[in-house]
């Protein structure tokens, strides 16, 4: 259960405040505006903080692709990499819910923008489908090479955290103009679901944000499994004999 809450409050930290710097700071002027920079250290700096804050509960995946990839490299169980997933979509939403709430106190009101995924006609750089979905897996790919690569055996434990948040970070300045950037599928399912009423197609357009993500983790999953990544043969879980995996992304610990 502690698993489940630490990655409940993760995915909802990394929804309200990576979306809500998105949507908020990009409503804002002057020195209350941020830019594509700003939206992507929003994103990153949270993982940053949530790695360190409950990677050694969770391993802090806080993002079904992660989990999934984590699954493809043998560090979990399915019957974890389910509760993972369902407490991520729950934190998901949950984050989106707020970020809802506060959006609708504004006085002269706003589009209804939970910072929504999505491609084509009208959103962003106006890129179609195709382009979509191979920046979607392709930047998914790296970002669980780095996550599985820096919480190996014999990887820099103690900047595994900062490692993946300034990864998340350049995959946010590389693709924010072609999806919104989304390499989690909570992280699209949250804003989609709670700003359906205004936005029905980023609804519509979830499964791209589901398969593609997938397919890059599961891809970074099996070359780590298979031993063309792996630093290791045999990669030690969390809190077992003296294991040096690192606090973010990494096999959960094991129950006694």
Same mark, same amino acid.
């Given at each position: 259960m502690n698993k489940a809450i630490a990655e409940f409050i993760g995915t909802f930290a990394l929804v309200l405040i990576g979306c809500g710097a998105a949507v908020i700071g990009g409503m804002g002027s002057g020195a209350t505006s941020i830019d594509v920079l700003g939206i992507a250290a929003a994103f990153g700096l949270t993982i940053v903080a949530m790695a360190y804050g409950i990677g050694q509960i969770s391993g802090c995946h806080i993002n079904p692709a992660v989990s999934f990839g984590v699954l493809m490299a043998g560090r979990m169980t399915t019957a974890d990499f389910v509760r993972y997933v369902i407490a991520q979509v729950l934190g998901a939403i949950a984050g989106a819910a707020v970020l809802y709430l506060i959006l609708s106190g504004k006085a002269s009101g706003w589009s209804g923008s939970l910072g929504q995924n999505g491609w084509g006609p009208g959103y962003l750089g106006e890129y179609n489908v195709t382009s979509a979905f191979i920046y979607e897996v392709i930047g998914t790919f790296l970002f669980l090479v780095c996550i599985l690569g820096v919480t190996q055996r014999g990887a820099p434990v103690g900047l595994a955290g900062l490692a993946i948040g300034l990864t998340l970070v350049a995959i946010h300045l590389f693709g924010i103009n072609i999806t919104g950037t989304s390499v989690n599928p909570a992280r699209s399912l949250g804003p989609a679901l709670v700003g359906a009423g205004s936005n029905p197609q980023a609804l519509a357009q979830m499964w791209l944000f589901i398969i593609a993500p997938l397919i890059g983790a599961g891809v970074a999953g099996y070359l780590f499994k298979s031993g063309v990544l792996a630093a290791d043969d045999?990669?030690? *879980?969390?809190?077992? =004999?003296?294991?040096?995996? *690192?606090?973010?992304? =990494?096999?959960?610990?094991k129950r006694r």
């Open positions: 045999v990669i030690p *879980a969390r809190g077992e =004999s003296k294991s040096d995996v *690192a606090p973010a992304a =990494s096999a959960p610990r």
